[in-house]
Protein backbone atom coordinates (compact mmCIF):
# COMPACT_ATOMS: atom_id res chain seq x y z
CA UNK A 1 0.00 0.00 0.00
CA UNK A 2 1.80 3.42 -0.89
CA UNK A 3 1.91 5.88 1.55
CA UNK A 4 -0.45 8.93 2.61
CA UNK A 5 0.67 12.28 1.29
CA UNK A 6 0.52 15.22 3.36
CA UNK A 7 -1.65 17.92 1.18
CA UNK A 8 -3.67 20.72 2.12
CA UNK A 9 -7.10 22.15 0.76
CA UNK A 10 -9.15 25.34 1.09
CA UNK A 11 -12.51 25.40 1.78
CA UNK A 12 -15.14 28.25 3.35
CA UNK A 13 -15.88 28.19 7.14
CA UNK A 14 -19.44 26.57 5.75
CA UNK A 15 -17.77 24.09 3.64
CA UNK A 16 -15.23 23.11 6.89
CA UNK A 17 -18.10 22.78 9.03
CA UNK A 18 -19.92 20.32 7.08
CA UNK A 19 -17.16 17.93 6.70
CA UNK A 20 -16.72 17.71 10.60
CA UNK A 21 -19.87 16.71 11.01
CA UNK A 22 -19.85 14.20 8.19
CA UNK A 23 -16.71 12.78 9.87
CA UNK A 24 -17.87 12.79 13.09
CA UNK A 25 -20.87 11.18 11.92
CA UNK A 26 -19.03 8.42 10.18
CA UNK A 27 -16.79 8.23 13.25
CA UNK A 28 -13.71 8.97 10.77
CA UNK A 29 -11.59 11.59 11.02
CA UNK A 30 -11.50 14.89 8.38
CA UNK A 31 -8.70 13.29 6.31
CA UNK A 32 -10.25 9.77 5.77
CA UNK A 33 -13.69 11.10 5.26
CA UNK A 34 -12.44 12.99 2.22
CA UNK A 35 -10.73 10.27 0.76
CA UNK A 36 -13.86 7.54 1.34
CA UNK A 37 -15.47 10.13 -0.12
CA UNK A 38 -13.17 10.83 -3.22
CA UNK A 39 -13.12 7.22 -3.69
CA UNK A 40 -16.76 6.01 -3.58
CA UNK A 41 -17.04 9.22 -6.33
CA UNK A 42 -13.91 7.95 -8.49
CA UNK A 43 -15.11 4.56 -8.94
CA UNK A 44 -18.90 5.59 -9.27
CA UNK A 45 -17.73 7.63 -12.29
CA UNK A 46 -15.20 5.16 -13.39
CA UNK A 47 -16.11 1.67 -12.51
CA UNK A 48 -13.49 0.55 -15.03
CA UNK A 49 -10.48 2.78 -13.39
CA UNK A 50 -8.73 5.29 -15.84
CA UNK A 51 -4.93 4.60 -17.47
CA UNK A 52 -3.18 5.72 -14.53
CA UNK A 53 -5.90 4.14 -11.57
CA UNK A 54 -6.76 0.33 -12.48
CA UNK A 55 -8.90 -2.04 -10.54
CA UNK A 56 -7.57 -3.90 -7.89
CA UNK A 57 -7.28 -7.50 -8.43
CA UNK A 58 -10.08 -9.39 -8.40
CA UNK A 59 -12.00 -6.47 -8.47
CA UNK A 60 -15.54 -6.96 -9.56
CA UNK A 61 -16.13 -4.31 -12.81
CA UNK A 62 -19.66 -3.02 -13.39
CA UNK A 63 -20.31 -4.23 -16.99
CA UNK A 64 -17.47 -7.52 -16.91
CA UNK A 65 -18.69 -10.74 -16.53
Known sequence: ???AK???FSATPRDFAML???A???GLNKSATL?????REFWR???GGTEK???DRGA????ER
Open 53 to 55: VRP
Open 20 to 22: EAV
Open 60 to 63: RVEG
Open 45 to 47: IFP
Open 6 to 8: VST
Open 1 to 3: MAR
Open 24 to 26: RYH
Open 35 to 39: ASLVR
